[in-house]
C-alpha cells in the first residue's frame, strides 16, 4: 500500500458524523464524482430530520429546524465567520442541493431568535412546489463539509407512514378477529 500525500484525493465517510472530506487543496478526481452521489442518496448522512408541518409549507415561506441539531450538525464544521452571519438578521446564503432531484437552490439560512430555532427561507418555497411536499412527508438535511452545502433529501412521503400504519391496524384487526372467531 502506497502512503498518500497531500496530493492525492481521499473520499471517506465518518460513520460516527458522516460527514465526507477531501484532503485541503485536491481537486476531485472526475473518475471518483460517482461517489459524491452515491454518498449523497445514503439516508444515514440525514442527520438533520423533520416531519413537515403547515407552518413549513405555508405563506411565511420557510422552513424551521430545531437548535440542536444544527448546533449538533453544523456549527461544529464550520467557522465563526459563517457563524455570525448566520445570527445576523440577513442570515447566510447558502446552496442547497437536492440529491434526489439533482438540482440547487440558493437559500437564506439564519437564526430566528423568537421561536429559537434556525430557518431555510427566501426560495424554500422552489423547493416545496417542486418536490409537491405535504404535511408529514420527512425530509433529510446535512452539511456537506467538502463543498460548504446542504444536501436535501424527501426520506419519507406522508403517505408512505399513513400505509405502514393502515398496515399495521389491517393485521392488528385481523389477528383480533380471528381469535374472537376461535
Given at each position: 500500500m502506497e502512503p498518500k500525500t497531500k496530493s492525492d484525493p481521499v473520499v471517506e465517510c465518518d460513520d460516527a458524523q458522516n460527514l465526507h472530506t477531501l484532503t485541503e487543496g485536491?481537486?476531485?478526481?472526475?473518475?471518483?464524482?460517482?461517489?459524491?452521489?452515491?454518498?449523497?442518496?445514503?439516508?444515514?448522512?440525514?442527520?438533520?430530520?423533520?416531519?413537515?408541518?403547515?407552518?413549513?409549507?405555508?405563506?411565511?415561506?420557510?422552513?424551521?429546524?430545531?437548535?440542536?441539531?444544527?448546533?449538533?450538525?453544523?456549527?461544529?464544521?464550520?467557522?465563526?465567520?459563517?457563524?455570525?452571519?448566520?445570527?445576523?438578521?440577513?442570515?447566510?446564503?447558502?446552496?442547497?442541493?437536492?440529491?434526489?432531484?439533482?438540482?440547487?437552490?440558493?437559500?437564506?439560512?439564519?437564526?430566528?431568535?423568537?421561536?429559537?430555532?434556525?430557518?431555510?427561507?427566501?426560495?424554500?418555497?422552489?423547493?416545496?412546489?417542486g418536490r409537491d411536499l405535504k404535511k408529514d412527508d420527512e425530509i433529510g438535511l446535512y452539511w456537506d463539509t467538502l463543498n460548504s452545502n446542504f444536501h436535501f433529501s424527501l426520506l419519507k412521503l406522508a403517505s408512505q407512514e399513513s400505509q405502514a400504519a393502515d398496515e399495521v391496524t389491517r393485521a392488528w384487526s385481523s389477528t383480533m378477529t380471528s381469535s374472537l372467531e376461535s
Open positions: 485536491s481537486a476531485r478526481p472526475s473518475a471518483h464524482n460517482h461517489i459524491d452521489e452515491q454518498v449523497a442518496r445514503d439516508p444515514a448522512l440525514y442527520k438533520i430530520k423533520k416531519k413537515l408541518t403547515l407552518s413549513d409549507l405555508g405563506n411565511l415561506s420557510r422552513l424551521l429546524v430545531p437548535k440542536e441539531m444544527v448546533k449538533n450538525h453544523v456549527l461544529p464544521h464550520v467557522n465563526g465567520d459563517f457563524v455570525q452571519r448566520l445570527e445576523s438578521k440577513a442570515g447566510k446564503q447558502v446552496t442547497v442541493k437536492d440529491s434526489d432531484k439533482e438540482t440547487e437552490h440558493q437559500l437564506t439560512f439564519r437564526y430566528l431568535r423568537s421561536s429559537k430555532s434556525y430557518v431555510f427561507n427566501g426560495n424554500w418555497m422552489e423547493i416545496v412546489k
